[in-house]
């Protein structure tokens, strides 16, 4: 929404066009006034006082130049200047016919046989005060409209100087220059509101725009030039009025004469220094704030210079560089002296400048603009990818001067989130593999469930119907195998899943000890490998799932049993460990080498021995046991020497009995 706020030269401009419209009219009025014997209208005029004659025509005249004026096109100014200069010439002629004493007949040159009421009488002639200012005015309209504002300033003031000097030498009672040299002219008060139309018809040249410009120069002349005319002029006629009533003659008299002076001065001073004190805080305030301007153009040209991003501005009309900072330099291998001048594209790459030139056509429409990825083509011939941002530039009076740009060499960011994204997809397709590869563990083990279990029970009838044959305890041992490897694959996948049940109770470690001596000795019987077990009395009880827990000793003794020899020997010692109970199953078998020590616990993973086919497994037996740990809050730990055999460490957390509370016994009252 536009603002209703006018400047001072719009006002002024308006007090003027009023002006010409007032004279016009007043002098028209006063002339109809006294020709149609209109008695109210005669009347007012009267006070002015105007005369119906050649000055309220000349008055009207001037009146209409002035509003002319201020009409656009080239012929309203050049009437203007007609009519001034008409008038200019009739008074001057006029001038010279008062002082020289010819007879021209201006006095009879219009209407010579009066008008209306005024019928036979005789216009009166321009007097001398009248024909002076209507010709000073006259000059100063018709150069007015030829643009000369000093000269016209000049003669106007020149004719507002004759006013002053006539009106301070009638406020004096200087009555030898009044009567012979000095005269005020009829209609005076129009000739004053002329001349002010006349210099507020220009505010922003000549003498005008010195007084009018908010600078401290054009403030202290609006304050000083009313009070450099008004105050000595009114001390002065105190002073004479003074004198003239004797008032001076008595000391009351002079005291309160000075007193009077002094306040009248002291005002004229407080009146001025008003402003000055305003312009002094203004400039204050406009000091303050260029030393923080330039504190910040400061920090913002370091922060230009030592930005490693590119920092340029281009020209808004032909796109060419205009500021290239250092960190340009460093990200497009181009110098300063070199880049000036030249077409902002032509950093881009052939196939990017179509969508520069878009991105140009939306900077035209004032929007900002910024890209992610642009390829650009730094001087060694080498493609970078580049983000930019490019914005336009404004000056205080909101025009566009420029086009700036803020672009960063991203090309190894780039390629990094190229990478990343490579790595997450092959990531996805490695967990959605994984996943589909679980689902089919769980799937087809519990598919082989079934037939699994036919074979075992067909393998027991053979056994019962025929104990001769030796074949069927192969059928028997094989559908074991197979059984313990579905179990092995189904706890695993569900210890993936997260779903595998956990029932704590209390475990008592001599039971569990008995329980899982009586699952494994067979084997170990079988193979003629010494199985001892050892569990400390001290040992606390801990919690668990009694089952998985034994499930964690079988497999690690059933480890031990596949990888120690006939002959040898392998047992489990439980004891107490600060807060841990710790469950030892050691052997004197093969040995793990130390570069195998990490892996054993990874899923699918067996030693490459020359006998490990031979002995089985799929290589899940340690991982369920790590988890199955872990999942009871404890931890593994493995150690062994090639030929010595190795010791397989379980860590569970002792069950500690809750606190019971504090209570205290209060009496009854």
């Known amino acids: 929404m536009a603002s209703d706020h006018r400047s ?236 003239r009533l004797g008032i001076f003659e008595v000391p009351e008299g002079m005291f309160f004469a000075v007193l009077a002076m002094t306040v009248i001065t002291l005002g004229i001073v407080i009146w001025n220094v008003a402003p000055l004190e305003r312009l002094e805080r203004a400039r204050k305030a406009a000091v303050d704030a260029l030393k923080a301007s330039e504190t910040y153009a400061r920090r913002l040209a370091a922060i230009v210079e030592t930005s490693e991003d590119a920092i340029l501005t281009f020209d808004p009309d032909n796109l060419t560089v205009t500021f290239w900072s250092q960190g340009a330099e460093k990200v497009w291998g181009w110098s300063e002296a070199e880049i000036i001048g030249k077409t902002a594209s032509f950093l881009m790459i052939p196939d990017y400048r179509e969508a520069f030139s878009e991105t140009v056509a939306k900077l035209r429409q004032g929007c900002a603009v910024s890209l992610q990825y642009s390829e650009g083509l730094r001087k060694d011939g080498r493609k970078i990818d580049v983000s930019m941002s490019i914005f336009p530039v404004r000056d205080a009076e909101d025009r566009l001067v420029a086009y700036g740009s803020i672009q960063r060499d991203v090309t190894e960011r780039k390629r990094a989130v190229e990478e990343a994204a490579r790595r997450t997809a092959e990531l996805k397709e490695a967990v959605e593999l994984n996943r589909l590869k679980d689902h089919f563990l769980s799937t087809i083990s519990h598919e082989m469930k079934t037939p699994l279990s036919l074979i075992t029970g067909y393998a027991e009838l053979l056994e019962e119907a025929h104990p001769e044959e030796k074949n069927v305890e192969g059928i028997k041992e094989g559908s074991r195998r197979l059984a313990e490897h579905i179990d092995n694959i189904l706890d695993y996948s569900a210890l993936i899943s997260g779903t595998l049940p956990i029932h704590r109770t209390e475990i008592d470690l001599q039971e569990l000890a008995q329980h899982v001596n009586a699952v494994v000795h067979e084997g170990f019987e079988r193979k003629q490998i010494s199985l001892m077990t050892e569990v400390s009395p001290e040992t606390p009880v801990i919690e668990g799932d009694f089952r998985r827990v034994a499930q964690v000793l079988v497999e690690l003794l059933e480890n031990a049993r596949k990888f120690t020899p006939s002959g040898g020997k392998a047992g489990v010692r439980i004891a107490e460990e600060k807060d841990w109970v710790r469950m030892d199953v050691w052997n004197t078998g093969e040995g793990i080498p130390a570069a195998d020590l990490d892996r054993i616990w990874e899923a699918f993973s067996q030693l490459e021995t020359e006998d490990a086919f031979r002995k089985g497994g799929l290589g899940l037996g340690l991982t369920i046991v790590k988890k199955l740990v872990e999942l009871h809050g404890g931890k593994v730990a493995v150690e062994s020497q090639i030929g010595k055999g190795a010791t397989f460490s379980v860590f569970l957390p002792v069950a500690r009995p809750e606190k019971p509370s504090n209570t205290h016994y209060r009496p009854s009252s």
């Open 8 to 243: 001072p030269s719009e006002t002024l401009r308006n007090v003027s066009k009023v002006a010409g419209v007032a004279v016009a009219l007043a002098s028209v009025s006063a002339f109809l006034g006294e020709a149609f014997a209109i008695e109210p209208v005669a009347r007012v005029f009267r006070l002015i006082p105007i005369l119906p004659n050649q000055q309220a025509l000349m008055a009207m005249l001037l009146g209409v130049a002035l509003c002319l004026l201020h009409l656009d096109g080239r012929w309203p100014g050049r009437l203007a200047e007609w009519l001034a200069g008409g008038v200019t010439l009739f008074c001057l002629l006029a001038l010279a016919e008062i002082s020289l004493g010819w007879r021209l007949g201006f006095d009879r040159l219009v209407f010579p046989q009066g008008f209306g009421a005024l019928s036979g009488q005789e216009f009166q002639r321009l007097t001398l005060p009248s024909a002076i200012e209507l010709a000073l005015l006259g000059i100063a309209l018709a150069l007015n409209g030829r643009r000369r504002g000093l000269p016209s300033d000049f003669l106007t003031l020149t004719a507002l100087g004759y006013l002053f000097i006539t009106a301070l030498i009638m406020a004096l009672r200087i009555q030898q220059l009044y009567d012979t040299t000095f005269a005020l002219p009829p209609g005076v008060l129009l000739i004053v509101v002329l001349a002010l139309g006349i210099l507020f018809s220009h505010p922003d040249r000549g003498v005008m725009k010195v007084i009018t410009d908010e600078t401290p120069t054009g403030i202290v002349l609006r304050r000083l030039i009313p009070t450099a005319l008004l105050g000595p002029t009114l001390v002065g006629w105190l002073w004479e009025e003074g004198s």
